[in-house]
T-cell receptor, first 114, second 112 residues
């Protein structure tokens, strides 16, 4: 079966880097995602990585993928108070009907303090 | 460009009642997905609609149903509400089952 695991909380100081980690179990995963959810809001797709990539960088965000260990991480450089949110890791592969239905972790609450 | 919209924002219902939630996808998106985000349980996939047809279904009882209209908007219906149906219901849309899904702000359902 598929399962995505994340630590529940991460606290960092403003200006430091944040690293949020995730492990997944399904080796057939094609896409791996990071979503951000701010209080009272829906999920915002931050970035995703295709399974044949090791790294993807997008401004302050760096995604690292270790397929051997089934480990995904999201690094946020120069973390700001506006980055405080819940971050969800998700994996997907072509499912019944051909869509990519993500399986989500339970989310990591990132708290950024001054 | 407008994002995914959902209505209503909040809803309070009594156990045993029925509820209908609505979702409008991003213009041009044909696929609509419904998820349940219950406290402490993360996001659970409910239903996927594309081109008016139900394409996939998560592990939920039949009292969770829905439909997609010709304009690609969608409704989620929940019958015989139970207390554990209290959750944030999120709708997402994508281009034709694409791996990029974009989420709406959700409908917060409270069942008392």
């Amino acid at each position: 079966g598929e399962d995505v695991e994340q630590s529940l909380f991460l606290s960092v100081r403003e200006g430091d880097s944040s690293v949020i980690n995730c492990t997944y179990t399904d080796s057939s995963s094609t896409y791996l995602y990071w979503y951000k959810q701010e209080p009272g809001a829906g999920l915002q797709l931050l970035t995703y990585i295709f399974s044949n990539m090791d790294m993807k960088q997008d401004q302050r965000l760096t995604v690292l993928l270790n397929k051997k260990d089934k480990h995904l991480s999201l690094r946020i450089a120069d973390t700001q108070t506006g980055d405080s949110a819940i971050y969800f890791c998700a994996e997907s592969w072509p499912s019944g009907g051909g869509s990519y239905i993500p399986t989500f972790g339970r989310g990591t609450s990132l708290i950024v303090h001054p | 460009e407008a994002g995914v919209t959902q209505s209503p924002t909040h809803l309070i219902k009594t156990r045993g009642q029925q509820v209908t939630l609505r979702c409008s996808p991003i213009s041009g998106h044909t696929s609509v997905y419904w998820y349940q985000q219950a406290l402490g349980l993360g996001l659970q996939f409910l239903l996927w609609y594309d081109e008016g047809e139900e394409r996939n279904r998560g592990n939920f009882p039949p009292r969770f149903s829905g439909r997609q209209f010709p304009n690609y908007s969608s409704e989620l219906n929940v019958n015989a509400l139970e207390l554990e149906d209290s959750a944030l219901y999120l709708c997402a849309s994508s281009l034709d089952g694409s791996y990029e899904q974009y989420f709406g702000p959700g409908t917060r359902l409270t069942v008392t």
